[in-house]
């Protein structure tokens, strides 16, 4: 059991840095913190995908002058497509975290706080 | 049979739906104009149906598909002697109320009165639309368009008391449509069409705990407009509304609806030969005749005059129902006639009603005494009705109730016989009092002792209502052949040959 | 011109114009709306030339870059997205025209931004529609869901809560389909769903296989706010502004119920998401839920916004449980219930948008009398509620149809009630406000002459409001008498072969 857990060690990080993400958006009061959750979970399933293109013993997918004259061996380079997706996956995340990061400010300059339950206390009060 | 190709059901049908928007352009600027688009939209959809008449008569069917409308099933008009009847009913009746609410709207000075015209003609429109229907779902379609468009007549008063009306009439109406969607797409999915056959077309097929719950779904589908109890509660309350949509409802459009709808389902979609295979005619005949007695009962204590006719409609509509669910020959005649004839007697009842409240703002029977020697014309009317409705020859009444009882006869259960004898001496209780009362009791202080009628535009329909009630009494026959298109209709539920 | 580049142009043209507006905004405010509508125009174009070329060659491959389909990136239109593309770019551009006078209210100081980010959203919607790779499918979903985050946050007061709300949860969803994507990846080493539906029938025990499969479902219900998945959805919809509302409800949750039939049935055989593992019949359940708790919601609010958006949840709830009937009935039902539901609410939020532009307020309870002062809109208005409600002859009618046949095909009698019972619920919460917006002001009694009502001044929307709403509630109504022509032409080409 043990031995099955520490061979699949960089998919328990994943799945554990995932939780910890979802806790932070469901557990925290703060627009922030959540924030910050989000991006966590975002980057565990980037970490995911970096483990999975990676192999024991491979090195980055750049072609040696060897390799050229011979064919390539495949198995002695990492899967550079999963690396590349997540290229796109990182931007896409920055863009995200922008997006809410105006959000947030547009909510801060509303409500003058960032504490969820303070805004909907706020809001209650002025019965929108 | 020969089938012809026509345009003309469809054309029927659009004639008041073009009008409809017509209707709502002019709108209350132009008073005159509007009543003449009614106007011009009733005689021409009278005209087009009456042409259709001798192509019926000669045994012929005429057809105009108007699009598929699913995988199967088209969006048909079908032309055949029961629904003539139907067509025939309303669209003469339409010419009558068309003409009487001129005179009933501007008498009031009722407000809404382009919404009214408006919503008056969509309703004419499905109803023949209902009437020429080929398969179950074409008449679903129209059927669901008459419940929408009769709504806004239902609350046209606007009062709380008229907006609850329309929301119970709603709920009970949707929830009967939902039932009939249901049963549709059971039998779609049974048999593969919706085509009404003459005879029906559900024999051989599903089992028969299967066809018996959608016999029951069915009949509270439509029963709910046809005001079976215990679902006719929406219709005394919808008495709310002004006399001529109770006309409308009672007489011309909604509840014939509905118990068109029934009629079609026992005699079009089932068969006599399912019924009566599986035992179910005797079941559905208890029920109606348990509406029929009570709605009868229920009459004699309603003091407010509309309510009073409001349960007399529930009673007859049951009738009719029973006439069908009996299948012999005579009672499905004798309630095809029904069907026909009680719009006739009924109309001019609620036409009545309505140039008794129109003159005297009176709704009450109690408030009747005497009232007869200021409005003669309006009180011979409303007795030749009330004649009719007990059976009393020479109204036309009497001929379909005498049908009924043969028929009853014909089907060997005496206790439907007790029934329909029954339900006549009901109408008579409830009835006959008011006559006596306007024509005998000592005048209240209010009444005006000397001749003094409702508008010309509310007395000459009504008058012209009785006199074609005693019309069809004498020569069921005359003009637009009522009798021999209902003797076509049930010659070929029945499988007989023409004659 | 040739053809073959149209499936890429439909993207590309919204995407680039995007950018375009925003540089051109900054010295010519008043050339965003005709660059968006030009836009917009060119990609319904295509969409157009698109379709035909599907029904009359088959189904399109677009290689980009000449690259061949497992390593290159590949566009494929078929039947499925064919038809979608279409409604896609009309509703965008109607949604568009009705736009201008509408934003200029809301949100006068940020017209450029809006135009620029409304065509990046139209183009990452199309984006997804017609990519046929896994992986651009997240790409164009992030490039939605992020000018949709933005499109909510610039409305009223609740607007910047619900779009963070809203990030969150879309930001979730949008994680676990890209996990999903990881899973399958893992075991297959392809991104494209053609390669992958080859690959895939081999490893369907794989664990990875299932557990990808399970992150797409709840990634792509999230998106789609599928009950109880749907809590960002009423907030982000009423505070919204009018236009966005207007288009991401119509738009946004249909795109996700077409990439749900996509991964179900084309990405994964019908049989693997069928009997393999039972998630279409979890499906079914949890649909069925979200039919009944989103009406029962809807009848709770009196926002009219907010009513529309629970409404959406149901008819979400509509869309999914004909999915996981998973027969060609149900299928059918479904994929015409996106087509319809798409008009519908969009009629419905371009009119809570013109009441909002008018009266400033959504409060149904303050309705009465707006059919005097918008009748037209107030026309459109009634004509999508009856179809939301499934009145015939709307097309509303025709996909419940097709559901009911779809559950009684596949003996579900447990969703036909579901069913027929929302139609109720949804007339309920319908004609609550039909029957406000026509009743007059209320008036203190009934009097006998009609009483006396506050006369309302008609003070319709301007035309660039009104026609596109009139052209939406056409839409609704045209669809549903040409619904057999829309099935025989394309969605029986789009339900898969096997059912």
């Known amino acids: 059991m043990f031995e099955y857990i520490v061979s699949k060690y960089n998919y328990w990080v994943y799945i554990f840095l995932m939780m910890l993400g979802l806790y932070g958006m469901i557990g925290k009061k703060n627009l922030v913190k959540k924030l910050i959750g989000m991006n966590i979970f975002q980057v565990a399933i980037i970490l995911f995908y970096i483990s999975i293109g990676s192999k024991v013993g491979a090195s980055i997918p750049i072609l040696t002058a060897e390799d050229l004259h011979g064919s390539a061996n495949p198995l002695h380079y990492m899967n550079p497509l999963p690396h590349v997706l997540m290229l796109t996956a990182i931007v896409v995340g920055i863009a995200t975290t922008g997006v809410a990061l105006g959000i947030i400010i547009m909510v801060y300059n509303r409500y003058k706080t960032l504490a969820e339950d303070e805004i909907l206390e706020i809001r209650k009060k002025s019965g929108v | 049979m020969e089938i012809v190709y026509s345009i003309k059901p469809l054309l029927a049908v659009l004639v008041s739906l073009i009008a409809a928007p017509l209707i709502l352009l002019t709108g209350e600027r132009q008073k005159n104009l509007r009543e003449f688009w009614t106007i011009l939209a009733a005689v021409i959809k009278f005209s087009i149906v009456v042409s259709m008449v001798p192509l019926v008569l000669d045994g012929k069917i005429i057809e105009y598909t108007i699009l598929p409308i699913a995988p199967g099933l088209l969006l048909q008009l079908r032309v055949e002697p029961f629904g003539m009847v139907f067509a025939l009913l309303s669209s003469t009746l339409w010419i009558a109320t068309s003409f009487y609410s001129i005179g009933y709207m501007r008498g009031l000075n009722e407000h809404a009165q382009t919404r009214y015209f408006f919503a008056f003609a969509m309703c004419l429109s499905s109803a023949i639309g209902i009437a020429f229907s080929a398969n179950l779902l074409t008449l679903f379609v129209f059927y669901e368009i008459l419940t929408i468009s009769t709504w806004p007549l239902v609350i046209h008063k606007e009062t709380t008391e008229a907006v609850r009306g329309g929301r119970k009439y709603l709920l009970y109406t949707l929830t009967g449509g939902t039932l009939i969607l249901f049963s549709a797409a059971m039998i779609y999915s049974l048999t593969g069409t919706l085509d009404f056959t003459p005879g029906g077309f559900l024999a051989g097929h599903g089992t028969p705990a299967m066809l018996t719950l959608l016999l029951i779904t069915l009949i509270l589908g439509f029963g709910v407009k046809a005001g079976i109890m215990p679902m006719h509660e929406w219709l005394p309350t919808a008495m709310v509304a002004p006399t001529p949509v109770s006309a409308l409802l009672h007489a011309v459009a909604v509840v014939k609806a509905g118990v068109f709808g029934c009629l079609r389902v026992i005699l079009y979609v089932f068969g006599p030969k399912v019924l009566t295979d599986l035992q179910l005619w005797l079941p559905l005949a208890y029920f109606v005749s348990f509406t029929i007695l009570a709605a009868g009962l229920l009459a004699l204590g309603q003091d407010h005059l509309k309510r009073r006719l409001a349960f007399s409609t529930v009673n007859c509509l049951s009738i009719m129902i029973l006439g069908a669910a009996l299948l012999s020959k005579s009672s499905i005649t004798g309630g095809i006639l029904h069907m026909a004839f009680h719009g006739f007697m009924k109309i001019t009842l609620f036409f009545c009603a309505g140039a008794i409240y129109v003159k005297t703002h009176k709704e009450y029977v109690s408030q009747l005494d005497g009232l007869g020697r200021q409005m003669p014309l309006t009180f011979g009317a409303f007795t030749i009705g009330a004649m009719g409705l007990a059976g009393v020859p020479p109204v036309n009444g009497f001929i379909s109730k005498w049908f009924l009882c043969l028929g009853a006869l014909e089907a060997k259960e005496i206790v439907f016989l007790v029934v329909l004898l029954f339900s006549a001496l009901l109408d008579v209780a409830f009835f006959f009092p008011i006559i006596y009362k306007a024509f005998f009791k000592k005048p209240l202080d209010d009444v005006n002792p000397h001749f003094d009628e409702a508008p010309m535009f509310m007395v000459v329909p009504l008058t012209v209502t009785a006199i074609i009630s005693v019309g069809l009494g004498i020569a069921p026959d005359a003009v637009v052949h009522f009798f021999k298109i209902t003797t076509l209709a049930v010659n070929s539920i029945l499988g007989l040959g023409a004659g | ?499």
């Open chain 3, 1 to 499: 011109m040739t053809y073959e580049h149209f499936a890429v142009l439909i993207v590309i043209v919204p995407l680039m114009s995007a950018f375009a507006v925003a540089l051109l905004g900054w010295f010519k405010r008043w050339a965003c709306y005709p660059l968006t509508l030009a836009a917009l125009f060119v990609s319904f174009i295509c969409s157009l030339g698109i379709l035909n070329t599907v029904i009359s060659k088959g189904t399109i491959h677009y290689h980009f870059g000449g690259w061949e389909p497992p390593w290159g990136i590949e566009y494929v239109v078929d039947y499925l997205n064919g038809f979608m593309l279409v409604m896609l770019s009309f509703i965008a551009l109607v949604v568009a025209i009705y736009s201008k006078r509408s934003i200029e209210q809301e949100i006068p100081e940020k017209i450029v931004p809006y135009y620029s980010i409304f065509l990046l959203l139209v183009a990452g919607l199309i984006g997804i529609t017609v990519t046929g790779d896994l992986f651009n499918v997240f790409v164009f979903l992030e490039i939605a869901s992020l000018a949709a985050y933005a499109l909510i946050a610039v409305g009223e007061d609740g607007a910047p809560m619900a779009a963070f709300n809203y990030v969150i949860m879309g930001t979730v969803g949008a994680c676990f389909y890209y996990l999903g994507i990881g899973y399958v990846y893992i075991v297959t080493g392809s991104l494209n769903m053609a390669d992958l539906s080859q690959l895939l029938p081999n490893l369907y025990h794989n664990k990875a296989v299932l557990v990808g499969f399970a992150l797409f479902t709840v990634g792509i219900a999230v998106k789609m706010g599928l009950f109880p998945l749907h809590v960002w959805l009423p907030d982000s919809y009423t505070y919204a502004p009018s236009v966005t509302s207007a288009v991401i409800a119509p738009m946004f949750t249909k795109v996700m119920a077409y990439l749900m039939v996509r991964i179900f049935f084309t990405l994964f055989k019908p049989y693997f998401s069928i009997d393999l593992i039972p998630i279409t019949q979890i499906l079914t359940w949890v649909a069925a839920g979200g039919i009944i708790a989103g009406s029962i919601l809807a009848i709770a609010q009196t926002d009219l916004k907010r009513m529309l958006a629970y409404s959406s949840i149901a008819n979400i709830g509509y869309i999914v449980l004909g999915i996981g009937l998973a027969n060609r009935m149900g299928l059918t039902g479904s994929l015409l219930h996106i087509l319809n539901h798409a008009f519908m609410k969009g009629t419905l939020f371009l009119v809570a948008g013109g009441i909002m532009y008018k009266m400033g307020m959504r409060d149904i309870t303050q309705f009465r009398g707006l059919h005097k002062k918008m009748p037209f809109t107030m026309g459109t208005f009634t004509i999508a509620a009856l179809s939301m409600i499934g009145i015939p002859p709307t097309g509303g009618f025709f996909s419940k149809f097709y559901l009911v046949l779809g559950a009684i095909d596949a003996r579900q009698w447990a969703f036909i009630v579901v069913l027929l019972i929302s139609s109720l619920l949804n007339a309920v919460y319908f004609f609550r406000i039909i029957e406000n917006a026509y009743l007059e002001p209320p008036v203190t009694a009934y009097a006998t002459d009609g009483g006396t009502h506050e006369e309302i001044k008609r003070d319709e929307l301007p035309l660039s409001m009104l026609i596109p709403t009139l052209i939406l509630a056409a839409g609704v109504v045209l669809l549903g008498i040409f619904n057999e022509r829309i099935i025989a032409f394309i969605i029986r080409f789009a339900v898969p072969a096997s059912f």
